[in-house]
Antibody, heavy 116, light 111 residues
Framework: EVQLVQSGAEVKKPGESLKISCKGS????????IGWVRQMPGKGLEWMGI????????RYSPSFQGQVTISADKSISTAYLQWSSLKASDTAMYYC?????????WGQGTLVTVSS | NFMLTQPHSVSESPGKTVTISCTGS????????VQWYQQRPGSAPTTVIY?????PSGVPDRFSGSIDSSSNSASLTISGLKTEDEADYYC??????????FGGGTKLTVL
């Protein structure tokens, strides 16, 4: 069974750093792109970027380029999304999803709350 | 930047048919595949249509997708509406420069 399991909810202060994770299982992790999607409170889905764990090829949406870093460790089948300095506007639910033509499997989401 | 525009909300009665549109801002929407996702409150999205008109296994055939090149739009049609279909629906396609793009989402109310 294909599963993407994300790390738990985080509460951070503005200016702090954060790295959230997405662990894949039940399929060849290095053979599918993994994407990250943001959903701000009460808002729609926003595609942030993708990574191919097989060679770490990474693409970013222009809206998120320079704001976040996407990485992966294929040895432990885990993708990451990280921030070096969080802002209150980063408060959102973040989903990882496998790119299998469509976003065919999704993680359960990680809620990130940034508040002073 | 390429954008996909959806109606903010639609509503229809159980048993009826509803169509949700998704209009591309530029280029030809037929040039790249369109996907549709359903998101129920408190849950992650799931795919109901991929590659314009394909249904994943487990999605009932009440869900169908189509492309209309003349209006540069994609449509998701749900027939025989059930209360369980009440959710947010998002279309998704690609910008010619590569990034994936989501529509703003449509809230479907079945009442």
């Amino acid at each position: 069974e294909v599963q993407l399991v994300q790390s738990g909810a985080e509460v951070k202060k503005p200016g702090e750093s954060l790295k959230i994770s997405c662990k894949g299982s039940g399929y060849s992790f290095t053979s599918y792109w993994i994407g990250w999607v943001r959903q701000m409170p009460g808002k729609g889905l926003e595609w942030m970027g993708i990574i191919y764990p097989g060679d770490s090829d990474t693409r970013y949406s222009p809206s998120f380029q320079g704001q976040v870093t996407i990485s992966a460790d294929k040895s432990i089948s885990t993708a990451y999304l990280q921030w070096s300095s969080l802002k209150a506007s980063d408060t959102a639910m973040y989903y990882c999803a496998r790119h299998g033509g469509t976003l065919d499997y999704w993680g359960q989401g990680t809620l990130v709350t940034v508040s002073s | 930047n390429f954008m996909l525009t959806q109606p903010h909300s639609v509503s229809e009665s159980p048993g009826k048919t509803v169509t949700i549109s998704c209009t591309g801002s530029s280029g030809s929407i037929a040039s790249n595949y369109v996907q549709w996702y359903q998101q129920r409150p408190g849950s992650a999205p799931t795919t109901v249509i991929y590659e314009d008109n394909q249904r994943p296994s487990g999605v009932p055939d009440r869900f169908s997708g189509s492309i209309d090149s003349s209006s540069n739009s994609a449509s998701l049609t749900i027939s025989g509406l059930k209360t369980e279909d009440e959710a947010d629906y998002y279309c998704q396609s690609y910008d010619s420069s590569g990034p994936w793009v989501f529509g703003g989402g449509t809230k479907l109310t079945v009442l």
